[in-house]
C-alpha cells in the first residue's frame, strides 16, 4: 500500500539534521481513510519517545476535544505533523526542516484525501494556506483546500496557556470542522 510504503522510507529519513538527534520519526497516527485530519507543529520530547504524535499534555486537550465536540477518537481521523522529527529543546522548526519534511506532509494528505482539515497553531497553518498571516487572523472561518476545506485553530499547548478563553476558541473551531464533515459544502 502506498501509504506504507510512505511511512516506511520517512522512518529511514536524514533529509535534515533533525535526523541526528531523534529517538523515532514520528509520521504520524490513525484512519489513513479519514475524512478528518489534523496537522499540528513537530513532535516534542514525550512524542519523540513513544513514535507518536500529540502523546503529551497538548494531545491530551486535543483528545479531550476531538471527543467532546466531534464524538471521536484519535483512531478514527489522522493526525501528523509539519515536522516528523523533534527539534532540540523544542524550539521551533527552522524554514529548511520545514521544507525538507514538507514532501511526507503533502503525500500524507494526497493519500488521506481528507474533506476537512483542521491546522493546529501557525506553523501547519501558514505552510497549507501559504500565507505569512499569524493563527488570531485566520481562524475563525474555514478555507477551500483541495476537496474540502481548512479549519485553522491554535496549537493545543497555546490554548492551555492562554486559559479558557482560548479553550472555547479552539472548541468553536471544533464545531466548525464538524458542521463541514456533516455538510461538506
Ligand atoms: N505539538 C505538536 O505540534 N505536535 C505534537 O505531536 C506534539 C506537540
Known amino acids: 500500500m502506498a501509504f506504507e510504503a510512505l511511512r516506511s522510507e520517512a522512518l529511514g529519513c536524514v533529509r535534515c539534521t533533525l535526523s541526528k538527534g531523534r529517538t523515532q520519526v514520528v509520521f504520524g497516527v490513525g484512519d489513513p481513510?479519514?475524512?478528518?485530519?489534523?496537522?499540528?507543529?513537530?513532535?516534542?520530547?514525550e512524542e519523540d519517545l513513544a513514535?507518536?504524535?500529540?502523546?503529551?499534555?497538548?494531545?491530551?486537550?486535543?483528545d479531550r476535544l476531538m471527543q467532546e465536540e466531534l464524538g471521536m477518537d484519535r483512531s478514527q481521523c489522522y493526525i501528523a505533523n509539519v515536522v516528523k522529527c523533534r527539534p532540540p529543546d523544542n524550539r521551533d522548526p527552522a524554514p529548511g526542516e520545514i521544507e525538507a519534511c514538507r514532501p511526507y506532509l503533502?503525500?500524507?494528505?494526497?493519500?488521506?484525501?481528507?474533506?476537512?482539515?483542521?491546522?493546529?497553531?501557525?506553523?501547519?497553518?501558514r505552510l497549507l494556506l501559504d500565507t505569512t498571516q499569524g493563527i488570531?487572523?485566520?481562524?475563525?472561518?474555514?478555507?477551500?483546500?483541495?476537496?474540502?476545506?481548512?479549519?485553522?485553530?491554535?496549537?493545543?499547548?497555546?490554548?492551555?496557556?492562554s486559559g479558557g478563553q482560548g479553550v472555547a476558541e479552539m472548541r468553536a473551531d471544533f464545531i466548525r470542522a464538524k458542521r463541514l464533515l456533516a455538510r461538506p459544502t
Open 106 to 125: 503533502e503525500a500524507q494528505i494526497d493519500l488521506i484525501d481528507p474533506l476537512v482539515v483542521v491546522t493546529l497553531g501557525n506553523f501547519a497553518a
Open 136 to 161: 488570531n487572523a485566520l481562524r475563525g472561518k474555514p478555507y477551500p483546500f483541495r476537496r474540502g476545506q481548512l479549519v485553522p485553530t491554535y496549537h493545543p499547548a497555546y490554548a492551555l496557556r
Open 51 to 62: 513514535g507518536e504524535p500529540f502523546v503529551g499534555r497538548s494531545g491530551k486537550l486535543l
Open 33 to 45: 481513510h479519514a475524512d478528518l485530519m489534523f496537522v499540528g507543529e513537530a513532535p516534542g520530547r
